[in-house]
Structures are given as structure tokens and as C-alpha cells.
């Protein structure tokens, strides 16, 4: 029987898949009749435009990678490991391959540039037929929160200078990438919240294939050294 975080992870899943396939026609759709529905940003040249190297990407993405690693040696320490074999071990690293891989691309796809655009239209729309009570709380509440939190780090996309709209729209789609990590429980929670602004910032520095390149590889960073782990008890043992 599927553990019920098994159960929670694979309708988050289905539900932001089907999230950003809504998106992408809504946005390709709304961006074609109005010009500056999702300014100052074009739907595929803003974020499909590579920018750097990987040196420069794994240069300024080690903190988060050193993060990875660092944390999840530390919960397994922590936590009470179960004796596995060698063929699970390997299950462990090949299976680690395939899921990251997969979060890599497609959570980066639908979190940092579909859902992302539709909360940008959504929140100028919204914006106009509230008469500017959103862009008033996202200023005076959840702007300087998020600033705050992300220690300003993120200040110049926090508070772009195009339009505020940007700002509430990373904190609207990394609050689904958030949500999406639910089952990881509350530890888990905050650290999807950092992790997905951090790849935010990666994106808008350096486009959609670094964030990919880093998300992808935090992932694996972590299952290879769960892996290393289990390798190296059953060989002490």
C-alpha cells in the first residue's frame, strides 16, 4: 500500500500539471489580444534566453547544492535508517536519477514560467477590478515580508521596476511550489519556500535552463548522498 505522503505527492503532481497546462493557454491566449498582459516579460524569449555558462550557474547555485547535501546528511543522522540491500541502494541512485530529472524540468517549467506568467496577468486583472487593493497589500505586507525573509536579496525582482505585479507573482507561484512539498511536512514547507525563490533569482539572472540545470542537480545531490550513506553503512557494518 502507497504511504499517504506517496498519495500527497503524486496529486500535487497531477494538479500543477494540470495547473500549467491551463496557464500556458491562458497566457498564450490573453498575452496575444493584450500587449502588455504579462509586460515586461515575453512569453518563450525572456526565459528561454540562456545567459552565462554552467561554470557561472554552479558558482553562484553551490550555496544551494552545499545546502542540499548538508541537510539531508543531517536528517539521516537523525533519523532511524532501516537495513537495505545493495539492490535498493542502487534503486535509491537510479530512481533518484529519474525523479530529479523529472523536477528538474517540469516543476521549473510550470512553477518559475507558466504559473508564474498566468499570476502576472492575473494579478494586473485582478488589480484593476479591485481598484489597486492588491498592488496597496502586496506593497505594504507581503512585498517587504518576503523582502525581509529573503534577507533583500531579492529586491530588485521583489520590487521590479516595471511593475509590482512581478513581485506578487513570484511570491504567488513559489507559494504553489511551497504547497507542492506539503508532504515533506513543515520542514519541508519552509525549505521549498527558500529553495523556490533562490531558483527564481537563479532564472531571472541566468534563464529557465540554469534553474533547471541547478534544480536538477540539488535533487540528485541529495538522493546520491542518501545513497552514499546507506553504501557506506552497509560496508562499516
Known amino acids: 500500500m ?8 503524486e496529486e500535487k503532481g497531477s494538479n500543477y500539471l494540470v495547473r500549467a497546462f491551463t496557464a500556458f493557454f491562458l497566457v498564450f491566449i490573453i498575452s496575444s489580444i493584450f500587449q502588455n498582459a504579462i509586460f515586461p516579460f ?27 547535501i548538508i541537510a539531508t546528511m543531517g536528517l539521516w543522522l537523525f533519523r532511524s535508517k532501516p537495513e537495505i540491500s545493495a539492490s535498493e541502494e542502487n534503486k535509491i541512485f537510479w530512481g ?27 494579478a494586473k486583472f485582478g488589480n484593476l477590478i479591485l481598484c489597486g487593493f492588491p498592488e496597496w497589500l502586496y506593497m505594504h505586507s507581503f512585498g517587504p515580508v518576503a523582502n525581509f525573509f529573503t534577507f533583500g ?14 513581485g506578487t507573482s513570484i511570491l504567488s507561484a513559489n507559494a504553489a511550489f511551497r504547497n507542492g512539498h506539503k508532504y515533506q511536512g513543515w520542514l519541508g ?49
Open 153 to 166: 536579496l531579492m529586491q530588485e525582482h521583489l520590487y521590479h521596476p516595471a511593475s509590482w505585479a512581478v
Open 96 to 122: 533518484g536519477l529519474v525523479v530529479s530529472t523529472w523536477a528538474g524540468v517540469v516543476e521549473e517549467i510550470c512553477f518559475r514560467w507558466l504559473i508564474f506568467l498566468n499570476c502576472l496577468w492575473g
Open 189 to 237: 514547507i519552509i525549505n521549498s519556500w527558500y529553495i523556490g525563490m533562490f531558483l527564481f533569482w537563479v532564472m531571472f539572472r541566468y534563464g529557465l535552463l540554469a534553474a533547471i540545470f541547478l534544480h536538477f542537480l540539488y535533487d540528485f545531490l541529495i538522493f546520491t548522498s542518501v545513497y552514499l550513506a546507506f553504501m557506506l553503512r552497509r560496508k562499516l557494518t
Open 2 to 9: 502507497a504511504k499517504k505522503g506517496d498519495d500527497d505527492k
Open 42 to 68: 515575453t512569453m518563450f524569449q525572456s526565459f528561454w534566453t540562456t545567459k552565462g555558462d554552467v561554470e557561472g550557474w554552479l558558482l553562484d547555485g553551490y550555496p544551494m547544492l552545499l545546502w542540499g
